[in-house]
């Protein structure tokens, strides 16, 4: 429950419950991160598939998208394992870092580069953008998922640091923690002070 609107009888379920609301959307976003990696170890998308999708972007996206779709498709018949296995790594990470609330900002960020490199690789940019209509039938996971992932930044500027995460804890022994944890600080030079929040005054 956010200690804030406690004693506020006119306070929604949702204010009362924002802290609890905002770290399971975070969790949930990790956990889906996490199993998108373990996928990429256990589904065999190293053989063929990833260099399958890269080759059915090229042919379906515009032409003048074609040199990208051929740098990756040259790269993925050389070293698909590698490529599959490290995002798979990485997307292992972000998920678990998500879901233990560690480096969120890292994490945050990280994640939409990562999200975005997948929409627009192996996803061919989503369907508005290929010639043929009939194969317009969505945008691709990999945007939603950094939609997703800004909307949670948002989250995590307004409210600040997470009561559930290892963030938090982390930031109360060590307060430069929270240069890679929380935005509105910055990742070098000098840290600003925190902002003091006013007692509240009942009301006479």
């Not at 990833?50 to 074609?66: E, T």
């Not at 678990?96 to 999200?115: D, E, N, P, Q």
């Not at 109360?172 to 002070?193: C, H, I, K, N, Y």
Request: proline content about 5%; overall charge positive.
């Amino acid at each position: 429950m956010n200690p804030d609107t406690a004693a506020d009888p006119y306070a929604s379920w949702w204010t009362h419950h924002a802290t609890a609301v905002k770290t399971f959307a975070r969790m949930l976003l990790g956990i889906a991160l996490a199993i998108d990696g373990y996928l990429k170890f256990s589904s065999g998308y190293n053989n063929g598939t990833f260099l399958a999708n890269i080759q059915s972007s090229q042919a379906s996206d515009p032409s003048w998208l074609s040199p990208w779709f051929s740098f990756w498709a040259t790269q993925a018949a050389n070293n698909s394992t590698a490529i599959v296995y490290s995002v798979g790594t990485v997307e292992l990470l972000l998920g678990l870092a998500l879901i233990f609330g560690f480096m969120r900002k890292i994490a945050y960020v990280g994640g939409i580069a990562l999200t975005l490199l997948i929409w627009a690789i192996p996803e061919g940019f989503g369907g508005p953008y290929t010639v043929s209509g009939s194969a317009a039938t969505d945008v691709g996971t990999g945007i939603i998922y950094a939609i997703a992932i800004v909307g949670l930044i948002a989250i995590s500027a307004t409210y600040g640091s997470s009561r559930y995460s290892l963030d938090y804890y982390i930031e109360r022994r060590f307060s430069s923690w929270a240069r890679v944890s929380e935005f509105g600080t910055p990742l070098w030079g000098p840290m600003r002070p925190s902002r003091s929040v006013a007692p509240k005054v009942p009301a006479k």
